[in-house]
């Protein structure tokens, strides 16, 4: 299993600028997770890139807990440094009723589709976005097919009309 | 000009004016450069690009929405459809997200033969990259060469799985099952006679000067931006960036190989494409590596509620028989976690975000697609090109649409 010190270093000079940043630590299966708030996901973001060096957002996605859970919605940052090699991930949960998160396409703009698809596939606003559209599906597609309430068939087959 | 000019409708008119400085010209989803089906809305003034946008989703086949109900081994079957001239990369990528998520140790064989079949899927990926962008250029005969040299990795692939397009040979756990009788002579006969093929390229393309015009200076981009866009694989690589997540994370025993991770500094279409001709040649050296390391030994893991047991084990066991059963029809469940699981896939970091929530089937797949990320930065590298630089552009990118639309 790989040796997650490194990354923890960089939790603690993290928490260290600003101890209302992190929320939770999570370190399993060799990877770490932070879990952040969403008032202040767009400065951890910053500070992640700009002064520890992690400079690529290898991948953003979301999930869904289901609709009984209550934050619903988590997006994952996964970030990547191309100076030190380390991967970390960072952790954003959403509730339904108010799911917006400030965009970050503006510090990695990779971030723009991936944002776009977490926007058509679950029903995230990241407010902000330059230019927030669905991207996979069509534009008069109805619901955000990658929740869990939204059937595996779609409600009624869809025309391309 | 005679009467039918009158009975035009005055909105051509509006349009004909607008022609003479810019127009928007709509390329795809069937033009073959396309490599699919991606549409590209181009504003252009005269044949120069003001702005790019790609338009995708073509494709779009829900299979993230599908991994969600099929159990973990049946997963493997969809990986193979989405990066279509990767499919054991995707296989890879996939099958050790689980494994990391269920902490299983597999065997060095199997490691080896998984490495071997990777970088032999990478050589087919990049031969099927050369001929088609060659041939989006305007060179037709390099494509035939490729095919051929192709077509022996495909018949080895076939010969090892039994399946060419869609092999779904790496299983959770190992492999699906051992290489069959005579496979090392085949594929030391083909590793043999791949250095000829891969100096053919050379002579049909690298020396030639309308390939080198078509190609230098055209859809450059700096180190700095390919970074920000999320660039990775070859693309980042010809900009520059010594990364490869082979050297930087390595994963199923990369780091015993011993090969270089080729860079060309100017970021154009010419050093994309350096860059994957030098690929070839270092994945043919791996390739070489991991048949001398091939040792007999067991090629699945020792975890029998996850890996399926051999058909002569369940004739003589109960409980090989009854593990069978239950993997067939209930599936294995796989403890609780969420696991990011990185490879250098032919085109860039494949990346595998899996989360159990301990069932049989996977609460979330997300597949992180080197083409999805790479193809966003086409905007940046073609914008004041010509509309035929687009083309070649698009061609050095190396993308495949099965993977971006998912």
């Known amino acids: ?161 | 000009m005679s009467t039918a000019v009158e009975n035009i409708p005055s909105q051509f008119e509006v349009l004909d004016t607008a022609l003479e400085s810019q127009m928007t010209l709509s390329m795809g989803p069937q033009h073959p450069s396309t490599h699919g089906v991606l549409r590209l809305d181009l504003r252009l003034d005269g044949e120069l690009i003001i702005k790019a946008i790609p338009d995708i989703g073509y494709l779009h086949t829900g299979m993230e929405k599908l991994f969600e109900y099929k159990k973990y081994q049946q997963g493997i079957v969809i990986t193979d459809r989405m990066d279509y001239l990767n499919p054991l990369g995707n296989n890879l990528a996939y099958v050790m997200a689980a494994e990391k998520l269920l902490q299983i140790e597999i065997p060095e064989r199997a490691q080896t033969i998984r490495v071997l079949f990777c970088e032999l899927q990478r050589i087919a990926s990049h031969l099927v990259w050369l001929g088609t962008h060659a041939l989006d250029i305007g060179a037709m005969s390099v494509f035939f060469y490729c095919f051929r040299h192709r077509e022996k990795i495909l018949n080895l692939i076939e010969a090892a799985s039994g399946g060419r397009m869609t092999p779904s040979y790496f299983r959770i756990g190992g492999l699906m099952m051992d290489l069959p009788a005579g496979f090392d002579r085949r594929c030391k006969q083909f590793l043999d006679d791949f250095p000829e093929g891969l100096s053919t390229f050379d002579t049909l393309v690298t020396g030639n000067t309308l390939w080198q015009s078509r190609t230098r200076g055209i859809g450059v981009i700096s180190a700095e931006d390919a970074i920000d866009w999320g660039l990775t694989g070859p693309c980042l690589r010809g900009s520059g960036v010594n990364l490869d997540v082979r050297r930087a994370n390595p994963y199923t025993g990369y780091e015993a190989y011993d090969f270089e991770v080729p860079v060309e500094k100017d970021g154009d279409v010419w050093s994309r494409f350096k860059v994957r001709m030098r690929e070839m040649a270092e994945s043919h050296k791996i390739c070489r590596q991991a048949l001398e390391r091939l040792k007999p030994g067991p090629i699945k893991a020792d975890a029998p509620k996850v890996v399926l047991p051999d058909r002569d084990d369940m004739r003589k066991h109960m409980d090989s028989l009854i593990h069978h059963f239950l993997i067939v029809a209930e599936g294995f469940n796989v403890p609780p976690g969420e696991v990011y699981m990185p490879i250098e896939a032919s085109k860039g970091e494949l990346g595998v975000y899996m989360r159990s929530n301990g069932g049989p089937k996977p609460d979330r797949v997300h597949f992180r697609g080197p083409s999805f990320v790479n193809l966003q930065a086409l905007p940046v590298m073609s914008e004041g090109e010509m509309v035929a630089d687009v083309v070649a552009i698009i061609g050095s990118l190396d993308i495949v649409l099965g993977e971006i639309d998912r």
């Not at chain 1, 932070?34 to 910053?46: G, L, P």
């Not at chain 1, 953003?60 to 100076?83: I, M, Q, W």
């Not at chain 1, 599906?137 to 955000?144: A, E, I, K």
Request: proline share 4%.
């Open chain 1, 1 to 161: 299993m790989a040796d997650t010190a490194a990354v923890h270093q960089f939790v603690d000079k993290l928490k260290a600028s600003n101890p209302a940043w992190v929320d939770e630590v999570i370190d399993s299966l060799g990877e770490v997770s932070i879990v952040v708030s969403r008032e202040s996901i767009v400065d951890v973001c910053r500070t992640l890139k700009e002064d520890h060096n992690f400079d690529l957002l290898a991948d953003l996605c979301g999930a869904d807990r289901g609709p009984e859970e209550d934050p619903r919605f988590v997006v994952n940052y996964h970030l990547f440094s191309t100076k030190h090699f380390n991967r970390l991930r960072v952790k954003v949960r959403v509730s339904e009723d108010d799911a917006k998160i400030h965009t970050v396409s503006h510090i990695w703009r990779t971030a723009d589709w991936h944002e776009r698809e977490t926007y058509d596939l679950f029903g995230v606003v990241f407010e902000n976005h330059p230019d927030l559209r669905r991207i996979l599906l069509p534009s008069d597609f109805d619901g955000h097919a990658l929740r869990k309430d939204y059937p595996l068939r779609g409600y009624e087959p869809y025309s391309m009309n």
